[in-house]
Every structure is written in structure tokens, then in C-alpha cells.
């Protein structure tokens, strides 16, 4: 009679018991993959999309690559191995018949290739390959930067050139045309302004009861004495400003952008006065 429990008789304690033995298989098989992995090099990561769950062992042999599934719970035998990254081999595509034939092969070697100096010169090849990898990396990363620096200081001096080869004769001709343009129309607003000036000197308007007004005259007349002389108590010195400061509630801010717009209206009645039109 066979030993085998037919499912029917099944019991909960008896699958406990089936899952714990399948697991110390895996264990026991862990075990050994993990010694083959220590003897040649080897790698492992999570590199098999179908099975996330589930380390890939890589080993390289002498016979060629073999690869195993780790369970989570065994991946404590395997801290000597290091991890997966780009520089290591992926799988090559190995069936598992393959796989096992290639451990005959390497099992018929073992007497000449399991020795440990034959280990020993093929692990410090390996890392020997490796650290060239890692080396011509650098070398090319560095490469590549000092590159890209340079075509980028190259394109800046040509467009610096470029720009520079554009501005000709022609480009500062229309410059200073459109500047003395632009001179031409603030010109042209002297005579607006001085008769503006002139309109609310001689209005008999108080022009300091309202708010607008008071600053209307600040900036169009002047609440300040502006000639050119030492001030005094005869000719104003400021309070004028002052008292109406104090008497619409004006901030010093306020006060500073009046007298900067009186300074630009008097900057342009200069202006007309130096470069008279020719109107």
C-alpha cells in the first residue's frame, strides 16, 4: 500500500505538517545553493517580474550560469552574496533541464576546478573585472561632463558673437533715432505742463483744502521753494510741504513720490529749455 494521504483524509494538523516539511526542503536546498554561490561568482536581487516575491540567485560557473529561486525567509544564507545591479550579467536564458546539466558538468570537473586556489584566482578576477567596469565608468562619466561643459561654453560664445555681430551700424543708427524720438515726445510735453503750471499759479483756487488739489500743486507748482538760492523763513524752507503733510494725512512715502514727480515735470521743462523744438 502506498504511504501517500489521499486528500480526503486531509487534516489541518497534516497540512501544516506538508508545509512545514516543503519548507525545510527549501531550506536544505538554500543551504547548498548557497555554498555553490560562495564557491564561483554570484549575484542575486529580485529580478524575476513573474515572481517579485522571490530572489534570483545568479552563479557563474565554469560550466556556465545556473539560477535559483530564494524564498524571503532564506535570504539569510545569502548575505555573502552581493547584490544585483547593471554591471552583472542577467539571465541567459537557461531552462532548468539546461540548468542541471550544467551542474553534471561542473560535479564531473570538481576534483580539478573546486579546488581553493582555482576558487580563489576566479573570485579575484571577477572583482578584478568588476573594478575595471566601475573604473571605465568614472573615466566616461568624467569624459562626458568635461564634454558637455565644453560644448556648452562653445555655444555661449557663439551666441554671444552672434548677438554682437548683429548689433551693426544700421542697429545703433535706429537706436539713436528712436532715442532722440522718444527725447522728441517727452519735449513736447514742456509747454502742456507749463501751462498747467501756469493755469493753477494764477487761479484764485485754494489749492491746499482738498486732498487732489494739494497734491495736484505739489506736483505741477511746487510746494517748496525751487529757486536757486539760500533758503530761509522768507522763501519757505519746506514747511509749505510740511503743513500740508500734516494736514491731508500724507505719509513720508507719499511726500517722497510728490517731490520725484515735481523733480520729473521740472526735469522736462529743462529739457525743452536746453533742446528748444524746432516747431
Known amino acids: 500500500m502506498s504511504d501517500r494521504i489521499r486528500l ?102 570538481a576534483p580539478s576546478l573546486l579546488k581553493l586556489e582555482v576558487v580563489a584566482d576566479q573570485q579575484a578576477e571577477h572583482i578584478k573585472q568588476l573594478a575595471a567596469r566601475a573604473e571605465q565608468a568614472e573615466r566616461d562619466a568624467a569624459r562626458f561632463h568635461a564634454a558637455w561643459h565644453s ?11 552672434s548677438r554682437v555681430c548683429r548689433i551693426s551700424r544700421n542697429g545703433w543708427k535706429r537706436r539713436a533715432e528712436q ?27 485754494d489749492w491746499g483744502e482738498h486732498r487732489v488739489d494739494a497734491w495736484l500743486w505739489a506736483v505741477l507748482v511746487g510746494w517748496n521753494c525751487e529757486e536757486q538760492h539760500d533758503h530761509d523763513e522768507t522763501c519757505d524752507d519746506g514747511a509749505a510741504m510740511a503743513e500740508q503733510q500734516q494736514r491731508h494725512g500724507w505719509s513720508d512715502e507719499a511726500v517722497a513720490k510728490a517731490r520725484r514727480f ?14 528748444p523744438t524746432t516747431n
Open 179 to 205: 532715442a532722440e524720438a522718444a527725447i522728441e515726445r517727452v519735449r513736447a510735453l514742456a509747454p502742456m505742463l507749463d501751462g498747467l503750471e501756469e493755469l493753477i499759479a494764477t487761479s484764485s483756487r
Open 262 to 275: 515735481r523733480a520729473a515735470v521740472r526735469a522736462v521743462a529743462a529739457l525743452d529749455k536746453q533742446h
Open 8 to 109: 480526503d483524509d486531509l487534516t489541518d494538523n497534516g497540512l501544516d505538517q506538508l508545509y512545514d516539511q516543503n519548507d525545510a526542503l527549501y531550506r536544505e536546498r538554500a543551504h547548498l545553493v548557497a555554498l555553490l554561490a560562495a564557491l564561483h561568482p554570484s549575484h542575486i536581487g529580485h529580478t524575476d517580474p513573474n515572481l517579485p516575491d522571490w530572489a534570483v540567485v545568479t552563479v557563474e560557473t565554469p560550466a556556465g550560469q545556473m539560477t535559483w529561486h530564494i524564498a524571503e525567509r532564506d535570504m539569510d544564507l545569502f548575505t555573502h552574496v552581493q547584490p544585483t545591479n547593471r554591471i552583472y550579467r542577467g539571465w541567459d536564458g537557461h531552462t532548468t533541464k539546461e540548468k542541471y546539466a550544467r551542474m553534471r558538468d561542473l560535479t564531473e570537473a
Open 151 to 161: 560644448a556648452r561654453l562653445r555655444a555661449q560664445r557663439e551666441a554671444s558673437h
